[in-house]
C-alpha cells in the first residue's frame, strides 16, 4: 500500500502548471485532491513519475456567478460546494449531489475538476454535468478550450483531454428560478459508489413538464445523457403511465457491469426507479417553487 517514488511540484499559475505537464510529459499528473489518485498510486493501478500539485495555483478556487451561468473553479472541493449560499439558492442539485457523495473526510479533500477530469464512471458529478449541460474549460499548451460535458467522456478513464491539458473549471447554466430538482442515488452504504443514479432538472407550466433533462450515473462505461427519457415527459403532468415510459427509455441505453453491486439486470432496473423517484422529487420541488 505504499505508491511508487513519484518528485513532486507546486506550481502557482496555470501557465505554470501546463508548461510543468508538457514537459514531464506522459509519465506526469495533476494532483488535486487525491482521493482517487493516491489510492490508485497506492494500489500500484497509477505509477505516474511526476506529480503536478494544483493547491497553490491560483485562480482555481472561486464560485462565480456570471448571472446566466455559474462558474467553478477546478479545485473547489466538494465540501465548499456543499456551504456555498449561492450554489443553495440558485444551483440546490449541485449540494444533494455533492452531499452523496463519498463522506465528509473525502468531500474536505477530494475537488469538483478532479472528480469530473478523469473519466470514472463511478464519480458522481459527471452525470449531474450531463443534467445541467455544463461546459469544460481546458487550457493547454495550445490555449484554452471549452468542451461541452456531454462531448468529454469517451470510455472508461478515456476523455477529451489531451496532453498537458488541464481542466481550470466549470460552466454551468443557471436553470430559472423555481425549477425542480433532484440526484437519486442508489448505493449499498454512506461512502459508496452509485449502484445507479440519476440526476433530473425540470420545470413546470401550468403543472406540465416545459423543459427535462435527465442523466445517469455508473450504468455505463461513460456517465449518459438520457435524451429520449427527457424529451417522453414533456408536456406531461407526470403521471404514472408517462413516468414508466420515461424510466424504461433510460433503461434501454445502459450497459452496465456485473460486479459487487448487483448483475447487471439489477442495476439497469435500479436505474429505472432512480429516474422515476428523481423525476417525482423533481417535479414536487417545482410545484412549490423549487
Ligand atoms: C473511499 C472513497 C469513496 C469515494 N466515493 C465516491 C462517490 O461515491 N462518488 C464520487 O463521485 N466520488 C467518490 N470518490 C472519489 C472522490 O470524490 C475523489 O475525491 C474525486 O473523484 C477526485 O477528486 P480529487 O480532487 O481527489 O482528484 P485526484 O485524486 O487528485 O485526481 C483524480 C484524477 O484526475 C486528474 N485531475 C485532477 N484534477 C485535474 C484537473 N484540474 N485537470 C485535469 N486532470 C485533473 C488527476 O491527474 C487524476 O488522474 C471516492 C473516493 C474514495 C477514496
Redesign the pocket.
Known amino acids: 500500500m505504499i505508491p511508487g517514488p513519484f518528485a513532486y511540484y507546486r506550481p502557482s499559475s496555470v501557465a505554470e502548471a501546463v508548461g510543468l505537464l508538457v514537459r514531464l510529459g506522459d509519465e506526469a ?11 490508485m498510486m497506492k494500489l500500484r493501478m ?1 505509477t505516474p513519475e511526476h506529480l503536478v500539485d ?1 493547491a497553490g495555483v491560483a485562480g482555481l478556487k472561486e464560485i462565480r456567478d456570471n448571472g446566466a451561468t455559474i462558474t467553478i473553479g ?2 473547489v472541493t ?1 465540501a465548499e460546494l456543499i456551504n456555498s449560499e449561492l450554489l443553495l439558492r440558485r444551483l440546490p442539485i449541485l449540494r444533494e449531489t455533492a452531499l ?4 465528509p473526510q ?2 474536505s ?3 469538483l ?3 469530473v ?2 473519466g ?1 464512471p ?4 459527471p452525470a449531474l454535468m450531463h443534467c445541467l449541460n455544463a461546459t469544460y474549460l481546458l487550457e493547454g499548451p495550445a490555449g484554452s478550450r471549452l468542451v461541452p460535458a456531454r462531448d468529454y467522456y469517451q470510455g472508461a478513464y478515456f476523455t477529451a ?1 489531451g496532453q498537458g ?4 473549471g466549470v460552466s454551468i447554466p443557471v436553470p430559472p428560478l423555481g425549477h425542480g430538482y433532484a440526484y437519486e442515488k442508489l ?1 449499498r452504504k454512506i ?4 449502484t445507479a443514479a440519476a440526476a433530473v432538472v425540470l420545470t413546470l407550466v401550468d403543472g406540465r413538464v416545459a423543459t427535462a433533462s435527465i442523466a445517469l450515473t455508473n450504468v455505463a462505461a461513460t456517465p449518459l445523457f438520457a435524451e429520449a427519457a427527457g424529451a417522453i415527459v414533456l408536456g406531461s403532468t407526470l403521471d404514472a403511465a408517462t413516468v414508466k415510459r420515461a424510466a424504461a427509455a433510460a433503461k434501454a441505453i445502459t450497459d452496465p457491469a456485473t460486479d459487487g453491486r448487483g448483475t447487471a439486470e439489477y442495476r439497469r432496473e435500479m436505474t429505472g426507479v432512480m429516474v422515476s423517484r428523481a423525476l417525482m422529487k423533481a417535479a414536487a420541488r417545482a410545484r412549490i417553487g423549487g
Open positions: 499528473r495533476p494532483l488535486a485532491g487525491g482521493h482517487s489518485l493516491i489510492p497509477a494544483l477546478a479545485t466538494q452523496q457523495v463519498a463522506d473525502i468531500r479533500k477530494g475537488t475538476g478532479g472528480n477530469a478523469n470514472d463511478g464519480n458522481d458529478m483531454l491539458e488541464l481542466l481550470t448505493k461512502g459508496d459508489y452509485a
